[in-house]
């Protein structure tokens, strides 16, 4: 009986943790742009939503602001913002501990197009992609989801701007999937 008894709890013990870990990947949280616009994040099984922005491709990028193939990166990502304007999202997160003031002139200073957030405010966020991605935090560190918000890729250092062109077409051109 005892024999049995410890059987079960183990098993029952195995089962809790494997579902807490199922129950990680699909945690609710929210990310807030320089801006002022909240962002709620949905995690999935193949990656994760990003409330109102359902049906886009997203370049989620990890950057600092002192990071030099980072800087280099950003005109290309301007230019592809606004080129992909109608299909594609980039939303970059600072990770080198800039102020949001300090991140809103360095914005300003680099023309940047696209979404951006202070990595202070985005702290459970940043915990939950350097979980699921298993990221280290070598940047640029960036992610890219098809348009139903399925990860694709996951890529260390610059991307040239042709393989960034190629993915949003076949990322965009993916079947979207019923929402139920």
């Known amino acids: 009986m005892k024999k ?46 990003f409330k109102g922005l359902e049906g886009r491709v997203i370049f989620l990028e990890f950057f600092g602001h002192k990071c030099p193939p980072c800087l280099a990166s950003i005109p290309h990502l301007v230019e592809l913002q606004k080129k992909h304007k109608d299909k594609l999202t980039i939303i970059a997160v600072e990770v080198q501990n800039q102020t949001e003031k300090e991140l809103k002139e360095f914005i300003k200073e680099k023309n940047i197009n696209y979404i951006t957030v202070a990595g202070s405010n985005a702290d459970e966020f940043i915990q939950y992609i350097a979980q699921r991605a298993e990221w280290r935090g070598s940047i640029p560190f960036t992610i890219g989801m098809d348009i139903n918000g399925d990860v694709k890729f996951i890529e260390i250092g610059m991307i040239p701007d042709t393989t960034l062109e190629e993915q949003i077409k076949v990322l965009s051109k993916v079947e979207k999937r019923k929402t139920k």
């Open 4 to 49: 049995l008894l410890t059987t079960a709890l183990v098993l029952f013990t195995l089962l809790s943790s494997l579902q807490a870990e199922e129950d990680a990947h699909l945690a609710k949280m929210s990310i807030t742009d320089t801006k002022g616009v909240s962002y709620e994040v949905q995690g999935t099984q193949e990656g994760m939503i």
